[in-house]
């Protein structure tokens, strides 16, 4: 992810995953693990996520955080993938940057 990052100037604090909380998805602890790096409530976080699965959007909701979905419908080719998610979020965007300007960042 850091190399993503970087090689498409994304700037980030941090890049946390499941390694954090030596667990997996959906379980509660590694959302939970995520809000405590930064020593924040689950309410104060959100999981951005272009291909998360209904389990990983309920199980980050059932921890407290916001949800933000990043819509890919080219995913499996031209038109083919779902543009909002199944399980429901606080938000939907079409990228990074349509996410921050919703954000008002």
Known sequence: MSDLARRNQLLFDAILGAEIAGDYKPKPRVYLAAAEAFDLPPAECMMVSAAAHS????????????????????????GTAQSVPKESVNVVTQSLLDLADKLGS
């Open 55 to 78: 389990t990983d959007i309920a199980g980050a909701k059932a921890a407290g955080l916001r949800i933000a979905s990043i819509a890919r419908p080219d995913e499996f080719g031209p």
